[in-house]
């Protein structure tokens, strides 16, 4: 019996610290430390939030870098994130990736002469495991730099510096893989010459 | 396979070394008898020690035998199922709900309450639009640290059980949780959260944030105490996401560093309790064959997993896409997985997190190919014991090191002795219960589910990798991971069913554990002779990986060819 409210106690006391007091503090730390980071990493052009640098939010049309496929619901739904968990030989995997694939030749072909599936990087057109990845690879991403510069009557240098501006490489060079964020290389976009029509 | 990738998997590993070394030292230090926190500069730890103690009414001095300390284990830990289980039901009518969470129905509330107790973390929800903040923060996230800190403190018992020369007593339950979370768990989650905070983890109680998009859209973006949980999350084995997709969001993971900060948390604290078992007793060339051991099983899952995802699935092999490593691109597998990791950063933490009892993934185990989630799935099944669980991992381990040098006495013809302590029938069932109870709870659970239409319920992939789903949730339900091929769906057939693997599985043989420690306790310490089997040198690291391979391994093959054999040999 002794053991049990010995328990009790021991339970509250826990909780209270665990619970309350070291996300309360770590909190207070992270507002005044790293607001930004603290607050989603939020992007605000004209003091509206127009999405956040860790989150894909979806492109369409030809004026736009487009992100990857999302199994989200709906897609880059940055309040409910999933995998689409499709097994490596699920016939529904292959119908979306093959639907995919005519999506993206239909799109780039006109301004990639000869290409064919072999030039579709394949994280074009595979889901990403959160559903709202930030990034695209840099091969997929010069995919669709001549669609972008042509639509958008940019050189197709000017618009390989955006990509590059917006290429976050690997952590001190080293950890991970390097990505483009496409939310960052669409603003930048916008905010260039022949940008917004 | 790039140069690249396989020397962030070398850092890694020397990293992981070089930092669990040190920490395994001080833990041994921590957990040595007497005070710990005294001293000029630490006596006011020690005073708020000592007023926990005089606050929960218990006299520290006092020692438990194994029987009194794996009740205290019990009485404490039952009434947080109760606990986490209120909380999720009622979340709705408490404070720190700020996107107004509805209560959790009851089936996905036991699952979860019993997954975190539990040091599973197995999800059959996804926080960011399940949880409050509160339920989060002062449900699941005390079980982070709890869960991990009991782990250790019974590890430390079971130590003590092997280290002591006299007496029949392992130490006391409360000193050992106490100082597990706050002298080992509590600066390490602290500085892990910083960490994660700089790289871009959210902490904040503002609800969800709305953008209104680029293109005219509106998107809901979940945020919240974020970095505080994901910190412990790690550190302690548990990996419950504050996120459905866990770390592969890029809110609880940003950036190839903090994958790289979480990917260290994970191994680091099992990795640093073979160093602290080596000096506790006495023996450390013995800890390094033990982690030398752990270390050729985790590098030969990397080695597997690897090499099958950079060469891609069957469906993306067929699609004609480029799949080639270089030019811009890590290529392969990139199904379920992020850009900013690749394949191997991807690779190394899914061999990690199931080597450990962690479970977060960064990527998605169901779109694995067969190879690469066949990896994770052994993984499990050896019991995570390859580093494995806080604490769990290696009393997990010490049933298979009483076999192994069992096995080696009947080969040489002599009462075997693990450090110095003969191991005689007691000793071995209890090893036996302990590495061979769960395992074959996992088979029989799975099977059940396999055969019943209740079971089937939950299978999401057709074919074989349906049946591989339901092998893997049980198999990371009873081993305490929570990773998942995540297409298992849930219903209140699978959520009960799942609640007493979790249960069974974290208790059997955490009394096993603590039994066996309470057996060797009371044997005398037996002169080193000449014909003493050595546990220190490379024969013994060879027997011990082959006796884990025989046991659980010999178990998980039938099943594997239902599995992930069927279906890579499938187009």
Known sequence: MRRVVSSIIAIVLITGFFGFVYPLVMTGFAQVAFKSQADGSLIKVNGKIVGSRLAAQGFTGPRYFHERPSATSPAYNAGATTFANLGPTNPQLAKNVQAQVAAILKLERPYNPGLTVHG?????????????????????????????????????????????????????????????????????????????? | MSGQGITQIVVYAVVLIALSYPLGIYMARVFADGRFAAGRWFGWLGSIENGFYRAIGVDPKKEQDWKSYATTVLVFTIPFLALLYAIQRVQAHLFLNPDHMKGVPAHLSLNTAASFITNTNWQYYGGEYTMSYLTQMAGLAVQNFVSAAVGIAVLVAIVRGIARRSGGTLGNFWVDLYRSLVYVLLPLAVVVSALLMWQGVPQTFAGHATAHTVQGATQ???????????????????????????????????????????????LLIPAAEVFMFGRMVFARRHAWAIFAAMFVVFALGVAINLPAEQHGSQVLRA??????????????????????????????????????????????????????????????????????????????????????????????????????????????????????????????????????????????????????????????????????????????????????????????????????????????????????????????VVLLVGVIALTAGLMIFPALTLGPIVEGLMH
């Open chain 2, 220 to 266: 809901t973006i979940a945020r919240g105490p974020v970095a505080s949980q994901i910190a412990i999350k790690q550190l302690g084995t548990n990996g419950g996401g504050f996120y459905n997709s866990n770390s592969a969001v890029p809110f609880e993971n940003p950036t190839g560093l903090s994958n790289f900060i979480e990917m260290l948390a994970i």
């Open chain 2, 319 to 540: 699609s004609g896409v480029n799949l080639t490593q270089g030019h811009g691109q890590s290529g392969g597998n990139m199904s379920d997985k992020e850009v900013r990791f690749g394949l191997a950063a991807t690779a190394n933490w899914a061999v990690a997190t199931s080597d450990a009892s962690n479970g977060s993934v960064n990527g998605g185990f169901d779109a694995m190919t067969p190879a690469g989630g066949a990896v994770p799935l052994v993984n499990l099944f050896l019991g995570e014991v390859i580093f494995g669980g806080v604490g769990s991992g290696l009393y997990g381990m010490f049933f298979y090191i009483v076999m192994a040098v069992f096995i080696a006495g009947l080969m040489v013809g002599r009462t075997p002795e693990w450090l110095g302590k003969k191991i005689e029938a007691r000793e071995i069932k209890y090893a036996a219960i302990g590495a061979l109870f769960v395992p074959t709870m996992v088979l029989v659970l799975a099977a059940i589910s396999i055969s019943t239409k209740l079971g089937l319920a939950s299978v999401f992939n057709p074919g074989a990798h349906g049946f591989t789903e339901t092998l893997y949730a049980y198999d990371s339900q009873g081993n305490n991971n929570g990773s998942a091929f995540a297409g298992f769906g849930l219903t209140n057939f699978s959520a009960y069913l799942g609640t007493i693997a979790m249960l069974l599985g974290r208790f059997v043989p955490l009394i096993a554990g603590l039994a066996l420690g309470g057996a060797l306790v009371k044997k005398k310490v037996a002169p080193v002779s000449a014909g003493t089997f050595r546990t220190d040198g490379p024969t013994f």
């Open chain 1, 120 to 197: 579709i990087p394949v994280d074009a057109v595979t889901t990403s495991g959160s559903g709202i990845d930030p990034d695209i690879s840099p091969a997929y991403a010069a995919l669709q730099s001549r669609r972008i510069a042509a639509v958008r009557h940019l050189p197709l240098a000017t618009v390989q510096k955006l990509i590059s501006e917006s290429t976050t490489g690997r952590s001190w060079g080293f950890f991970g893989e390097p990505g483009v964020n496409v939310l960052d290389l669409n603003l930048a976009l916008d905010r260039t010459a022949g940008g917004t029509a």
